[in-house]
């Protein structure tokens, strides 16, 4: 419920992933697929979210959305669950405690949420990078489908999957580690100021709603910042041959190299950052947040 809070009110900050062009990518099918990158280039972030819609259609914004809803219920579950299970194992079967357990169990259960979802998040992306007129899948199983068939059968399904682990390892378990050590130190410095007896029981300590939220942002940002190269490598290696020069980025090597040989890290790795900060950091907010009441709610302190 968490992770699929944060889905949908920020489904609209989350269009087709801003992807260098290749070079010699002229040709009038290539211009007419990178209409929002050079509106991208031109303005920015809003300028983008301007032009999707005068392209598409508001609905343009929300491409790949079903795929992306279906995929977070079990992605979020798989996630916080496996969180709590891993942070136990490692307190109590590995001796470790303190902050770093937060780190390694956020870690690895990001890693097992991607591993079991990624086939759904493959299919967002190619949904969400469809130019409306020129549509190569019609809905989600008919991209199953196409993919299966044309792309390797099952495999075709785990593209780019090797960045993906890298980055979401990071990711993860930086999100998990920040939000618990900033709800560690706040709740012993500030108990008064930041937190308030837990609904479920009063002799737990948790932190107000809009502490909450800040912290969750703050976790957001910093993973976002550190994980994001392996995000731009992973999407480029999920869009496969739609790419005109997908056969450069075949692996995670030959894609960072090509990104970074071509754009550098500024307009090449870090490309669309700003973007993704302004749908990762609410999505964070609101994910930690929900996480945070639903153990109120199912009296889990």
Known sequence: MAAAAAAAALAAADP????????????PTARRDFYWLRSFLAGGVFSTLRAVPQK?????LYKGNGAMMIRIFPYGAIQFMAFEHYKTFITTKLGISGHVHRLMAGSMAGMTAVICTYPLDMVR?????????????????HAFKTIYAKEGG???????LMPTILGMAPYAGVSFFTFGT?????????????????????????LKTHINLLCGGVAGAIAQTISYPFDVTRRRMQLGTVLPEFEKCLTMRETM????????????LYRGL??????????????????????????LN
């Open 16 to 27: 087709p992933p801003a992807i260098p062009q290749a070079a010699g990518a002229a040709g």
């Open 56 to 60: 598409e259609g508001y609905l343009g």
């Open 125 to 141: 992306v190619r949904l969400a990078f469809q130019v409306k007129g020129e549509h190569t899948y019609t809905g989600i199983i």
């Open 154 to 160: 099952f495999l075709g399904f785990y593209r780019g």
């Open 182 to 206: 900033l709800k560690s130190v706040g709740l012993s410095h500030a108990p008064t100021l930041l937190g308030r007896p837990s609904s479920d029981n009063p002799n737990v300590l948790v």
């Open 257 to 268: 190299k090509y990104v970074y040989g071509h754009h550098g890290i500024r307009r090449g």
């Open 274 to 299: 700003s973007l993704n900060y302004i749908r990762c950091i609410p999505s964070q907010a609101v994910a930690f947040t929900t996480y945070e009441l639903m153990k109120q709610f199912f009296h």
